[in-house]
């Protein structure tokens, strides 16, 4: 669309703002990550790594990491299992009516409020004495990683011609060969960013960890939280920080991983 | 009932590994199990808490507090909803217009904050908001004088906004890639002045993705509870804290129970009433 000058420029600074404004939140806390005051206060004094130390030294801190790494590795996969065979399922069923039904059922956990939810499990956990389990903590973030997975899944699913695992069958291979030869490797890349997702989804979930935490098993934003509402701890930001460098080192090795797949 | 689906799936998809109905079911428990049966126990207790009967609910409703706090809700809901569209359009057009490089950046803006756990980017919001925060040294700097932000309703928002605004960002410039922007020229050479082709053809055209997006971060906000914990206060309490209050600090099961069953009503009338509109989304797709 043609523009006028002056309109382009209004646009691009209006842009240049929502972009800060989305950005600088993460930013921030790098800096503060080095602050060699016990202030969050900005800006920060001096330069220090006492935080990364106590972040690797504090059982609190690092157990809650460990705890939060299991959790969210159980999760990602088994809501990958489950997932994956359900959007099968979704795809394959022959009432459009029906798979429609139970794909909005099984993507509520999206929508209801977390709070409201969080309670409801807190209840039930209560009775069930799964309150600050492994296994608790692992049913509950499965659940919610569940519909990521479906929705990715069901986008790879949508795009598969079929007739691939017609002409493996008319080749003689069983319906358990045909998908692990042909239709497995095909929706892969779909399982996969689904795994991420679910890996995520868990390793970040605060509101139901929240409740379902107790003092022998907390996960790692559980940590963060107590951490920000009792006292103003850098160590907070050192975590933020290792977490920020992480996730970008994985995202480029997926990303350099994906162009180098694209070229062979 | 496991047993029944995949034989019939068997018989009338025999290339098939199992029944398509067979396969869902493991989720299913898992969703009945985890999902289903504790928000059954919350509308349970609401009703039966400390006595059968509607009592939580007239309590709820005849409580003053509890109504400015629903009112505040979906207020803040309201305010975050429209700061997340009015700052996404622009933003999202702009990512349908430039080079693809320029557009991996941008992409790449909106993708940053999920990088980083949800609760440190709360805690950097507390850092840039608080009395002594980057913002008010800027503004001083300015010599603009100091806001209170932290624990006010405008720190609540401000918070809130950045934290939902790439889900208002991305459904809109789904939208958005897929308009024809040769009908903006036409427009233009049939003599409509620029303000003019925009209201009459863009902007009806992006509607699809203005909706999507509003009411998906309208949800989410009415639930929103650790933003609010951290950067409000005392006068801008939201529902989702009040409810915690009643359960964790009160144990009062039953009220806290009425709140949550407002909340998922609430929440599922919105969907309801939001499903006619995307419902039109996926015409006007196909028609494309």
Request: with cysteine.
């Amino acid at each position: 669309m043609p523009m006028q000058k002056h309109t382009r420029l209004i646009l691009g600074l209006v842009c240049l703002l929502v972009a800060v404004w989305l950005v600088a939140p993460t930013l921030v806390v790098i800096p503060m990550s080095f602050n060699a005051n016990k202030s969050l206060a900005f800006p920060p004094v001096g330069f220090s790594w006492q935080w990364y130390e106590n972040f690797l030294t504090n059982p609190d801190w690092s157990s809650s990491f460990f705890n939060s790494l299991k959790v969210a590795t159980l999760v990602a996969v088994l809501a990958t299992v489950l997932g994956t065979l359900a959007a099968f399922g979704l795809d394959r069923m022959r009432s459009a009516t029906a798979s429609g039904i139970l794909r909005m059922l099984l993507i509520t956990p999206m929508v209801v409020p977390g709070v409201v939810l969080a309670i409801g499990i807190y209840a039930v956990y209560l009775d069930a004495h799964l309150v600050g389990t492994l296994g608790g903590f692992v049913l509950a973030h499965t659940i919610l990683a569940i519909p990521f997975v479906i929705i990715a899944v069901s986008a790879n699913l949508e795009v598969f011609d079929k007739r691939l695992e017609t002409a493996a069958a008319s080749c003689g291979a069983g319906r358990l060969t045909a998908f692990r030869t042909v239709t497995l490797p095909l929706i892969l890349p779909g399982i996969l960013s689904g795994l991420l997702f679910a890996f995520v989804t868990s390793f970040d979930e605060i509101i139901v960890a929240l409740f379902i935490s107790n003092p022998y098993l907390k996960t790692l934003p559980v940590q963060i939280f107590t951490s920000i509402t009792r006292d103003a701890d850098p160590t907070v930001a050192a975590v933020g920080t290792v977490l920020f460098l992480a996730t970008s080192l994985v995202i480029a090795g997926g990303l350099l991983l994906g162009n180098r797949r694209r070229k062979s | 009932m496991p047993a029944a689906p995949p034989a019939k799936g068997a018989r009338k998809a025999p290339r098939f590994i199992a029944g398509p109905l067979w396969l869902t079911v493991p989720a299913l428990v898992l969703l009945v199990a985890v999902v289903g049966y504790p928000l059954l126990i919350i509308v349970l207790r609401s009703f039966s808490e400390p006595a059968w009967g509607v009592q939580n609910y007239v309590w709820f409703f005849g409580t003053p507090v509890n109504l400015v706090v629903l009112q505040r809700t979906f207020e803040v809901s309201a305010w975050v909803t429209l700061a997340c569209v009015i700052s996404a359009y622009p933003y999202a057009y702009m990512m349908t217009v430039v080079g693809p490089a320029m557009r991996m950046l941008l992409i790449l803006c909106v993708l940053v904050p999920f990088w980083v756990s949800g609760v440190v980017r709360t805690m950097a919001w507390v850092i840039l908001l608080q009395d002594s925060g980057v913002i008010n040294s800027l503004l001083k700097w300015a010599g603009l004088g100091t806001v209170r932000l932290i624990r006010t309703q405008l720190g609540v928002v401000i918070g809130m906004t950045q934290v939902l605004l790439p889900f208002m960002i991305l459904p809109l410039y789904s939208v958005m890639r897929g308009i024809d922007l040769r009908l903006v020229q036409a427009a233009r050479s049939l003599g409509a002045r620029p303000s003019r082709a925009f209201l009459q053809v863009y902007l009806p055209l992006s509607l699809p993705g203005v909706y999507a997006g509003a009411i998906i971060v309208f949800i989410l906000a009415l639930g929103f509870y650790i933003t609010p914990a951290l950067l409000g206060g005392p006068r801008s309490v939201l529902l989702s804290t009040l409810m915690q209050n009643q359960v964790l600090s009160l144990l009062n099961w039953g009220r806290g129970g009425a709140m949550g069953v407002v909340l998922l009503v609430a929440t599922f009338v919105l969907l309801a009433l939001a499903a006619p509109l995307m419902r039109q989304r996926h015409k006007q797709g196909a028609r494309r």
